[in-house]
């Protein structure tokens, strides 16, 4: 009886938070519960397979999306119209594809592309970091932040070419302790793989820390490769 009050209680409490704060559809904004990630209609829309590509340096990464239309607009709209709880409901199809490419019982702990703390102060969160502790949870895997961007670089989107890329984070990145990665398989998340040069990056610098192997997986990719 007592068991049976509590749930009762707080399927009160959950359906008054439901109408208080309602949780949206990432990718239209319609109103969902809780416990979905995505409306019907948006559901159908879903891609069927894995976005495969490579991190600067060889290193393999999954996406579920492709940089485009609703799944654009639904990243675009976490970065920059403050709706970081959108990140909950991202990770999931995150998550999905992560348990599809990676044998995660190998994966020893997940990680984020960090952010500097100039950027940081701005927008008062790090995206890929709420999609890497979210995905963490998800998969029971442990979550770490290993490391740390201590320069201020020129935003990657606004470089021309690869090569600009690849100087502009160069060096850009170094781990907070090497015994946090040391002899473990690592996965580090970020929200959008465009040329690779900043998973690359961050992936080479955690390789230097005498990583076991190193992984990647982002939200969307700017550029579709399906193997």
């Known amino acids: 009886m007592k068991t049976a009050f509590i749930n009762k209680i707080h399927g009160v409490f959950d359906s008054l938070l439901s109408i208080l704060f309602p949780v949206h ?16 209609d948006c559901s159908k829309s879903m891609p069927k397979t894995i976005y495969k590509r490579y991190a600067i340096g060889g290193y393999p990464c999954c996406t579920p999306f492709p940089y485009i239309e609703h799944y654009a607009v639904a990243v675009k709209r976490m970065k920059f119209q403050n709706r970081p709880d959108l990140a909950k409901q991202l ?35 790090n995206q890929s970091e709420l999609l890497a502790k979210e995905c963490a949870r998800l998969l029971e895997i442990k ?4 490391l740390t961007k201590h320069k201020h670089n020129l935003e990657q989107h606004k470089t021309k070419s690869r090569k600009e890329r690849e100087n502009n984070v160069r060096g850009v990145f170094r781990l907070i302790d090497k015994e946090l990665v040391k002899n473990k398989t690592v996965l580090i998340i970020d929200d959008i793989i ?22 990647c997986a982002a939200l969307c990719t700017s550029v579709v490769g399906v193997d």
Do not use: Q, W
Request: proline share 5%; aromatic share 8%; charged share 30%.
């Open 91 to 125: 990770a999931v199809p995150l998550t999905k594809v992560i348990k599809e490419y990676y044998d995660i019982s190998e994966i020893d702990l997940i990680t984020c592309v960090p952010m500097h703390k100039k950027k940081l102060n701005k927008r008062k969160y």
């Open 143 to 146: 979550y770490k932040t290993v």
């Open 25 to 40: 559809c990432p990718y239209c904004l319609s109103i969902i519960s809780p416990d979905k990630a995505f409306c019907r």
């Open 194 to 215: 465009t040329t690779g040069c900043t998973l690359g990056e961050c992936s080479r610098i955690t390789e230097k820390g005498k990583a076991r192997r190193v992984l």
